[in-house]
């Protein structure tokens, strides 16, 4: 589901290039950690994501990040 979730809005090649990286490697990994993989390496290629994206790529490209630390 994770890959499913994030992969949808790209283009086929860019699907298996990214499923040819990471489901070997994945197999074991939490869903989160595969989650952040997959937007780690998405961000990497196209940071702002494709025109009318709706996806959790488009909503994080979209929002600033978030830090735990408080502010000084």
Not at 38 to 57: N, Q
């Amino acid at each position: 589901m994770v890959f499913a979730d994030y992969l949808h809005d790209l283009l086929p090649e860019h699907q298996d290039a990214l499923c040819a990286a990471l489901v070997e490697p994945a197999v074991g990994w939490t869903p989160g950690k595969l989650a952040n993989r997959l937007r780690r390496m998405i961000l990497e290629h196209d940071p702002a994501g494709p025109p009318g994206a709706t996806g959790p790529r488009a909503a994080n490209a979209a929002s600033p990040p978030t830090s735990t630390k408080p502010a000084p």
